[in-house]
């Protein structure tokens, strides 16, 4: 797999570096391991240039990774909506991270989009629409983190990726990859972890505190949805579970609480397909997609849940009730039916 950045954009990036002085960095809503990976690493590196580098979050991370070094200073837009403005009314330079469209970052969208400071993105999602002044984007790759670790390097900013830097990044590829389970079947992937393995890495350490932290209503709500919210179509190779209001309210529903859930259908043999959707109190249901083969996820997502993402794993969002978010997603597999067969 090749993820050469071209000479132009890295010629750009080192350009902004050195000439500007403050850098916030922002990453999608509900970030995830790879949002969370990529903004701490280039925050720490920027700071060991002596750079001032905040990040601001749309909303607040789970709580599973608060250990990663630089978290506790994050700005979470939604509790500091004034302090996050000043912030980006006070930048030089804004680094947007793993998004590929400005509405991911929900209440963020207008300011960084309208923002009239220079732009860097990284990115490995398809369908990339966001204007910058260097983008990095390569939807192959299975990790912005990864993505983050050549631009460094082909920067020239290797000497920067000490111990933190190294688990952020870890940090990213192994979740997005579900520990190396999927979009990682390419050597390069395999000496970039290799290589921050020999930094020096806590690698159980991190695993123990992203995968051995669930509280117990957590497991709860696990048992619960599987028990009475999984339904499995066999003729149609498709799974799928719903975490309704009441579940929420019943196990004390915490952000991050249904990492993981969408691939537990995965297991069941034959299943090629499956989703989880979430509903949330402002009329909205989330939906997250997870297939395997030549099954494309990203397209269906695209046309019944307006989103996107990779070709085995993505997500959208349904304006309306659960109920009728599942009804559409049926009707979808049906018409998707010789796909799955």
């Not at 732009?119 to 299975?142: M, Q, T």
Request: charged letters at 20%; glycine letters at 8%; proline letters at 3%.
């Amino acid at each position: 797999m090749d993820f050469t950045i071209a000479p132009q954009v890295i010629s750009k990036i080192k350009q902004l570096i050195s000439e500007n002085q403050s850098f916030t960095i922002t990453t999608h809503h509900n970030s995830d391991g790879d949002a969370m990976g990529s903004s701490t690493a280039i925050a720490e590196v920027l700071r060991q240039m002596g750079k001032t580098a905040n990040i601001v979050l749309p909303n607040d991370y789970p709580a599973f990774f608060r250990w990663m070094n630089g978290a506790k200073e994050i700005i979470n837009y939604e509790r500091k909506p004034k302090e996050s403005q000043a912030i980006f009314n006070a930048t030089d330079v804004i680094i947007c991270l793993d998004f590929n469209q400005l509405n991911r970052i929900d209440g963020l969208e207008q300011i960084v989009g309208q923002s009239p400071k220079a732009k860097i993105v990284v990115d490995h999602h398809l369908g990339l629409n966001i204007e910058a002044d260097a983008i990095v984007s390569f939807p192959d790759a299975s990790s912005t983190c990864e993505l983050v670790y050549h631009m460094l390097q082909a920067c020239g900013y290797g000497q920067y990726i000490n111990r933190n830097v190294a688990e952020s990044l870890y940090t990213g590829i192994v979740t997005d990859t579900g520990r190396l389970d999927y979009a990682s079947s390419y050597s390069d992937i395999y000496m970039v972890v290799g290589n921050l393995v020999e930094k020096g890495i806590r690698k159980f350490f991190i695993h123990d505190n992203i995968y051995n932290v669930y509280t117990y209503n957590r497991m709860r709500l696990q048992a619960a949805v599987l028990h009475e919210n999984m339904c499995f179509l066999p003729e149609f190779h498709t799974a799928y579970i719903t975490i309704n209001q009441k579940n929420k309210k019943q196990y004390d529903f915490q952000l991050g609480d249904s990492e993981g859930f969408v691939n537990i259908p995965m297991v069941i043999k034959d299943v090629k397909f499956c989703a989880l959707f979430t509903e949330y109190e402002n009329g909205t249901v989330k939906v997250s997609l997870r297939s395997k083969g030549k099954f494309p996820a990203n397209k269906f997502a695209e046309d019944y849940f307006a989103g996107g993402g990779h070709f085995n794993a993505a997500g959208g969002k349904y304006i309306g009730s659960l109920a009728d978010a599942v009804q559409t997603f049926v009707n979808g597999v049906h018409t998707y039916k010789e796909l799955l067969q």
